[in-house]
Nanobody, 128 residues
Framework: QVQLVESGGGLVQTGASLRLSCAASGRTFNHYAMGWFRQAPGKVRDFVAGVSRNSDTTLYKDSVKGRFTISRDNVGSTVYLQMNDLRPEDTAVYYC?????????????????????WGQGTQVTVSS
């Protein structure tokens, strides 16, 4: 499995921006579709955004469309989540995850059960 380490979380005010990074190691990064999920206290882990192996497919949770952008750097084995116009309801622990999608370069899944590797999470807190 690939090992994942997130960074970039923090405490910001409403309307601010943050960029999360997720560095991968241990396996061929471009064999994996990548996703960002988040989990707020007392809630289930929720899909936020995903990008296919070749970056030609990106998917977003409806509430973050137009504000968040997922991207990946296959040379540097890193996936990013640019978050703009942050709102208090974006407060959560954000996790990156990897889904091995050999043979399906454009595939992106939104179900957490399809992802086999997870990072430890990074806290994002947005104050009002």
């Amino acid at each position: 499995q690939v090992q994942l380490v997130e960074s970039g979380g923090g405490l910001v005010q409403t309307g601010a921006s943050l960029r999360l990074s997720c560095a991968a190691s241990g396996r061929t990064f471009n064999h994996y579709a990548m996703g960002w999920f988040r989990q707020a206290p007392g809630k289930v882990r929720d899909f936020v955004a995903g990008v296919s192996r070749n970056s030609d497919t990106t998917l977003y949770k409806d509430s973050v469309k137009g504000r968040f952008t997922i991207s990946r750097d296959n040379v540097g084995s890193t996936v990013y989540l640019q978050m703009n116009d942050l709102r208090p309801e974006d407060t959560a622990v954000y996790y990156c995850a990897a889904d091995l999608t050999l043979g399906y370069p454009s595939k992106v899944e939104t179900d957490a059960d399809d992802y086999t590797s997870w990072g430890q999470g990074t806290q994002v807190t947005v104050s009002s």
